[in-house]
């Protein structure tokens, strides 16, 4: 019951999870037997998983006894480390106290230190304060402007600070007195070196300049120091400037540097503003520190802008570029010869204002380094930010400047005119275009690409690459558009056809006919000669677009390294390399026009002069029987029927082209004409009939015009005639069985060109052959 | 096949199927859903012919002033510099892009405003597949002046052979009303120059994305049917005049195949 009971009241704040679900009011409460007995029942369960549990747990008792044991054991152990640990903390902390008194002491020792140093600081700071007074005075008095800056410099160098500390001291009145000395003293020494460096300049006594120039850095005044003293380069510079000017205006004409006088003078100008710089910024750098070279060369930017105004002004009204601007604007608009301005005379001052742009890129250039590597060691420490507005600062001057603008408007200028030169000289060529007899291209060809490589060389010498590439794109069109519309016109005339019987009588005979003709009257000569020009013409044409293909691709060659070097050199932005590269890609592009361009006059000539010639030859092919016996076999062993005559004619023909053609092209021809007999035998010979030694003579006959072929063509022409020799091969055999030993499995090295379908075909070519046997071969 | 991987732009061809507050079908040149089936078959066989890389050259024009440069910048820098600075005759930026699996750089020359830049960026012009005409929203004028940019740049290229896009810029500056207004204007503009209207805003970036995604997915179609019909025209070439030849190929690959044989035996 005790158990039960013990059980029914369940494990304190439990929810009679653990114990019995059942509360002793629940049971008392029960009077139904059914509902006891089901308590009951619940209840024995219960009592039996209790009574499991007290089992587990009593089994456990001898594990846990041991432990203590062992706990008990080291029981005495722990009082022992227990002491230990309370020695050690004893010990810890006396040793912090006694840091902690050694470290308070080093701390107030090194405050002492500190306050005595300040001490002697001030002290120091007074002390100098008072000799900077003493020494002012006295140097003031000796004229010693440098040592009076050095004191000065001194006093403003000085903690303000400290100068208000010692105010407040016992001596007040005294320092204060004295340092209002001191500021007259300043004030003095300021419109004494303002003074005295202003005399200076207008003496221009270099040495004094500088002495000054020195001083004014020490005296706080280094924007004014920087703008007085450019101020006196400015004079300089400007002096020279007009001096050189007035060397121009009494240069003879026949000078040799007559031409580029005006870049000259722009050349002196920029070399003096460089030497200045070179010469001067030692001293800017010592005496003001690095990252004022800036500031300097702004100012002396002024003037070297004022001084190539007066430059350029005098090179537009001597030269009158303006007005020889307009005139080719009107030239170019206008097309009648008599107004229009002649190439020729634009030549020197083309050359002259590239040769002023490249002198004004290198000027910036060279300004362009001394002010980043100047500010690069001024920068090493500063932020982004400021290298940022520096660089922009920078970009802004370089671009701004009048310098800058001035050139940009001449060479926009120039581009127009360079265009028209190249364009007028260029028709000039075309117009003036002669052939030399045996001369395999015409004058022109040479003459324009003279003329390109001239017009971009010049600006390539302007070191613009944006003039270049517009000088690039200029010449791309003009070889895109007119040049190759001029050769395309010519083409289009297209090679005049010759009657069959001309070619019968060769060409030998149309010269005695030319000869003959000749004595005649020239009436009559004027059909053959001007088809024999326009042959020629035709003729030139086509080594011309080839040539010219090549030359396109030798300049854009010859461009990409000249390029190269004048990258290298630094010139041009980031983007300067694939502006160029674009640009030249541009006019390759042109290249493969002009190849497109020659294979088009080829087929021309192939299907107009060629094929209308070769077919008729081919044909006859036809009237002679293939289908023979021993007797006409040797007959046409001693008398040809055809190949021999075949061959003269193709000889007569070819000479022809070949002495008016270059290898390349001709080359080409011969590969379109051997493709062509191909063809064509290959049509007559499946419309002729064979015997036995019909295909020998056809195989014959194969053989010697393949020999022939070979010897006037470069390329391998068995790949062109394998069909061909494959059905001479068939037509060769002795019975239709035969063929078995060369097809299929038995073929060897041969590769079959020839369909099943084909092969059968030829084997029916041979009248000795049966149809059931060729039906019943298996191919 | 639409994923451009390289920058996930969309190439917006499908531009009538979306509604967008930068879509005026009024200035629209060309409306369709896709790529001709051409281009898209080659693309996907990845038959784009042997010649390397497809690029095509786009020339910016304008006044001064009117926001070139920075259309520019804010697309291939994605970056808008406050301070004004006038461009020295002509600057050039490369993008690259990936459309349809090929691999295509649009080459974009953007040329000065200023007159006495006029004959160095006149001569940048030639060839190009796409000429972009800008003008400022805030300032009328400049749109009067489009018309005189585009005949100079039409006159150094090959009649039809260049997509015209005419851009309003600064479109932050203006009142959405004022902007109708002016859209108005510049569409009656860009139908009588056959070309595509555009509003963006360099400065908050406002369609810039977009209008660029437009010019390279024309420019890119274009230059694929170009190289599509050239290499259907050399075929065709091949296929009449020089029979042997395609034979010979033939001959030299079972020469291949033979020789193959020969190693295995």
Known sequence: ?779 | MWEWRGKSKPALLEISNQRESWYTPEACIQFKDHFHAQVRSACQQRNTGTVGLKISKVVVVGDLYVGKTSLINRFCKDAFDRDYKATIGVDFEIERFEIAGVPYNLQIWDTAGQEKFKCIASAYYRGAEVIITVFDLADIQTLDHTKQWLEDALRENEPGSSFIFLVGTKKDLVSDAACERTELDAIRFANEMQAEYWSVSAKTGENVKEFFSRVAALAFEQCMLKELEKSIGRMAQIGAGNLIKLEGNALETQENNSQANLSCC
């Open chain 1, 1 to 779: 019951m005790a158990v039960a009971g013990s059980g029914l009241r369940g494990p304190p704040g439990g929810e009679g999870g653990g114990g019995s679900s059942l509360t002793m009011e629940r049971i008392r409460s029960l009077t139904d037997l059914p509902e006891l007995e089901a308590a009951y029942s619940r209840l024995c369960g219960e009592e039996k998983v209790v009574q499991e549990e007290l089992e587990a747990l009593l089994e456990q008792q001898n594990t846990i006894e041991s432990k203590m044991v062992t706990l008990h054991r080291l029981g005495p152990n722990l009082q022992l480390i227990e002491g230990d640990a309370r020695q050690l903390a004893g010990m810890i902390t006396f040793t912090c106290n006694l840091a902690e008194n050694v470290s308070s002491k080093v701390r107030q020792l090194d405050l002492a230190k500190n306050r005595l140093y300040q001490a002697i600081q001030r002290a120091d700071d007074i002390l100098d304060l008072k000799f900077c007074m003493d020494g002012v005075q006295t140097a003031l008095k000796k004229e010693d402007y440098e040592q009076a800056a050095a004191h000065i410099h001194r006093y403003l160098s000085l903690d303000k600070s400290v100068i208000e500390l010692s105010r407040q001291g016992k001596e007040g009145s005294i320092i204060d007195a004295n340092l209002k000395l001191l500021q007259e003293a300043e004030q003095r020494l300021k419109t004494i070196v303002t003074e005295k460096f202003n005399a200076a300049t207008k003496e221009g006594d270099l040495p004094q300049v500088e002495r000054f120039f020195k001083i004014f850095p020490l005296l706080g005044l280094h924007e004014e120091g920087l703008s007085k003293f450019s101020e006196y380069l400015c004079k300089q510079v400007a002096n020279k400037a007009e001096e050189n000017l007035l060397l121009v205006m009494e240069t003879d004409m026949s000078d040799r540097r007559a031409a580029v006088i005006f870049a000259d003078t722009l050349t002196l100008l920029f070399e003096g503003i460089a030497r200045i710089v070179e010469t001067h910024q030692p001293i800017v750098e010592t005496y003001y520190g690095p990252g004022k070279l800036y500031t300097l060369i702004k100012h002396l930017q002024v003037e070297c802008d004022q001084q190539v105004e007066k430059v350029v002004d005098k090179f537009i009204q001597q030269r009158d570029y303006h007005r020889q601007f307009q005139h080719v604007q009107n030239s170019m608009v206008r097309s009648s010869a008599a107004d229009k301005i002649e190439p020729r005379e634009l030549d020197p001052i083309l050359t002259e204002v590239t040769l002023m742009n490249a002198r004004s890129e290198l000027y910036l250039r060279f300004i362009k380094r001394r002010i980043i590597s100047d500010f690069e060691v001024g920068d090493s420490m500063a932020s982004e930010e400021i290298k940022q507005a520096h660089r922009k600062s920078l970009d802004k001057l370089l671009n701004n400047c009048l310098l800058s603008r001035t050139m940009q408007e001449l060479i926009g200028y120039y581009i127009t005119m360079e265009e028209y030169f190249m364009w007028e000289t260029v028709n000039k060529a075309v117009a003036m275009d002669t052939c030399e007899k045996g001369q395999l291209i015409s004058s022109m060809v040479d003459d324009v690409f003279y003329i390109v490589k001239k017009c971009i060389g010049r600006a390539l010498s302007s070191s613009s690459i944006d003039c270049l590439c517009a000088m690039i794109n200029h010449s791309t069109t003009l070889l895109e558009s007119d040049f190759r519309e001029v050769l395309c016109t010519k083409l289009k005339l297209g090679f005049p056809a010759t009657t069959f019987q001309d070619i019968q009588r060769g060409v030998t005979s149309a010269v005695n006919i030319m000869h003959s003709s000749l004595q005649q009257g020239k009436l009559d000569t004027k059909g053959i000669e001007s088809t024999d020009e326009a042959k020629q013409s035709f003729l030139v044409t086509l080594n011309n677009v080839e040539v010219c293909s090549e030359n396109i691709m030798t300049l854009k060659k010859t461009l990409e390294n000249d390029c190269a070097k004048l990258l290298s050199q630094g010139f041009g932005g980031e983007q300067a390399e694939a502006k160029i590269e674009s640009c030249l890609a541009d006019m390759a592009a042109v290249s493969n026009k002009f190849r497109d361009l020659l294979q088009e006059g080829l087929s021309e000539l192939n299907s107009t002069a060629v094929k209308p010639q070769v077919k008729p030859w081919i044909n006859l092919f036809l009237s002679v029987s293939h289908n023979i016996e021993e007797e006409e076999f040797n007959d046409y062993e001693a008398n040809d029927p055809w190949v021999q005559q075949f061959i003269v004619n193709l000889e007569q023909q070819m000479a022809e082209f070949k002495a008016g053609l270059s290898p390349v092209i001709y080359d080409s021809l011969s590969s379109l004409l051997t493709s062509l007999i191909a063809i064509e035998l290959e049509k007559v010979v499946l419309k002729s009939t064979f015997s036995r030694l019909g295909g020998l003579q056809f195989d014959k006959e194969l053989r010697s015009l393949i020999a022939y072929l070979t010897t006037v063509t470069t390329w391998t022409i068995r790949d062109k005639f394998a069909r061909l020799s494959q059905m001479a091969t068939i037509l060769n055999l002795e019975r239709v069985t035969e063929i078995l030993d060369y097809w299929g499995p038995n073929s060897g090295p041969l590769t079959w060109r020839l369909t099943p379908a084909e092969a059968r075909q030829v084997l029916a070519l041979r009248i000795d052959f049966r149809s059931e046997d060729i039906k019943r071969l298996r191919l």
